[in-house]
């Protein structure tokens, strides 16, 4: 499953979370595979 996160900075998981999805500068995309975190994306 990937997972689109909303994010102000380019810090991977540690980014700061943006509270608009739609204008953020940042997208984290985390891919999860059997509850684990397989992959991380910053675009």
Do not use: K
Request: a negative charge; charged letters at 20%; glycine letters at 4%.
């Amino acid at each position: 499953m990937r997972i689109a996160i909303s994010a102000e900075t380019n810090d991977g998981l540690e980014s700061v979370v943006s509270h608009h999805f739609g204008r953020c500068p940042y997208f984290v995309l985390v891919n999860v595979e059997d509850q684990e975190v397989q992959d991380v994306q910053v675009i």
